[in-house]
């Protein structure tokens, strides 16, 4: 199934993207963006990752067991090329040199070598990683993850021998050390309410809390990690020293465990930034990021400027953004032709609110989607 959707962009982005030289410096766009539907999924899909060949992966969720599809980038049929045991909640995936796919499954990492004639079962490369999310490797081949789903900000390094150990932390929105926590409540709406009280707008619920601060993880060319914080919109560096260690400062808060990476360490914040999730760097420097709480893509350039590449359009009359082509984006994945391609997960949160518009629906035949820029 294919479905083609035709909106202009809304900011700067990197020259050529649309034209298939992903490294330009920022500019104008030369055409509109076109986003089309590739692959229209009957299952929930978060996680996306390529082969270089053209070739998409993306885990799927509500299923025992998981499948995890093989799609070619210029659309056709998918392939199930390897499954994920029960219980599964598979999240981001990434290649090693070899050719093995490896996938966040809740607290664990799994993985499998993709073969579309014999699908096999995945097995634990590492388990003790609670909230297991993005996955990147660094130039050494040391897998890294991030926790993105329990909101302590860690980020663990594993070695060939499948060992995590924990490196840092980002520094979490709630310190605990007063019961129920100190800190700030990032609150996304919907799912959380307000409701108009005399002295203004008041929060009238807990609901639409947003405390994930490691979510996607990206190397760039130097061997520094980058991390997507989805509660505040912004992004943190972590250099690296020769062995691969990181060389961060740490221990500025006494509030927090002493790995916790000092605020010298966030490199960029920005509004255009909140809700994000993935991310993916370009030949020039430029990081990716899908934004799923506004259902954008935004690009932050080497020079710290941030431009939004593309946001849905509002409805006219509605002044909704949850028709797409954007459906809760996540997991950006740039192409060597240029192309950007997103998963859709179609969450029921924020500008994606209520999840009933769109290709998309909780209960339609398509629940979540690939999506790519046409060049």
């Known amino acids: 199934m294919r479905r083609t959707v035709v909106l202009a962009a809304t900011a700067a982005l990197s020259a050529g993207l649309l034209s298939g030289a992903s490294a330009g410096e920022a500019g104008p766009p030369r055409h509109p963006a ?10 929930g899909l978060e996680g996306l990752t390529t082969d270089g060949h053209g070739n998409l992966y993306t885990p799927a969720r509500g299923a025992d067991p998981c499948p995890v599809y093989r799609v070619a980038a210029s659309g056709g049929p998918a392939a199930v090329v390897g499954t994920i045991p029960a219980p599964c909640n ?3 995936l990434a290649f090693d040199r070899r050719g093995r796919l490896y ?7 799994v993985s499998f070598v993709p073969d579309a004639a014999n699908p096999p079962a995945a097995t634990v490369f590492t388990s003790g990683v609670p909230g297991a999310n993005g996955l990147a490797f660094d ?9 993105g789903g329990t909101g302590q900000g ?3 390094r594993a070695g060939a021998n499948g060992v995590a150990v924990e490196q840092f932390r980002v520094q979490p929105m709630v310190s605990d050390v007063l019961a129920g926590g100190v800190g700030r409540d990032v609150r996304g709406l919907p799912p959380g309410t307000v409701t108009i009280k005399p002295n203004g707008r008041t929060a009238a619920d807990t609901l639409g809390s947003q405390h994930i601060v490691a979510n ?8 520094t990690l980058l991390i997507a914080d989805t509660a505040r919109g912004a992004l943190w560096r972590v250099p690296m020293d020769r062995a691969g260690n990181p060389r961060a400062a740490t221990g500025c808060d006494a509030a927090f465990p002493a790995n916790t990476l000092c605020l010298d360490q966030l490199e960029v914040q920005h509004p255009y930034l909140e809700g994000a999730d993935g ?5 020039a420097g430029g990081v990716w990021t899908a934004v799923n709480e506004r259902n954008a893509i935004v690009v932050a350039r080497r020079d710290g400027r941030v431009s939004e590449y593309f946001r849905n359009p509002a409805d006219p009359a509605s002044k909704l953004r949850d028709g797409g082509p954007l459906e809760f984006p996540t997991s950006p994945v740039l192409l060597p032709d240029g192309r950007l391609c997103v998963t859709n997960s179609d969450v029921n949160r924020r500008d994606n609110a209520p999840n009933t518009a769109g290709e998309a629906t909780p209960s339609g035949a398509v629940r979540a989607k690939v999506s790519c820029v046409k060049p």
């Not at 076109?34 to 299952?43: D, I, N, Q, R």
């Not at 996607?216 to 061997?223: E, I, K, P, Q, Y």
């Not at 991310?279 to 030949?283: A, F, G, N, S, T």
């Open 154 to 156: 860690r980020v663990w």
């Open 279 to 283: 991310i993916v760097l370009d030949r």
């Open 139 to 147: 130039r050494d081949g040391a897998l890294w993850i991030s926790d």
């Open 216 to 223: 996607g993880l990206a190397f760039t060319a130097d061997g």
């Open 34 to 43: 076109v986003f089309e539907t590739v692959f229209a999924s009957p299952l």
């Open 103 to 109: 996938v966040a499954n809740a607290d664990t990492v």
């Open 90 to 92: 598979p999240a981001g």
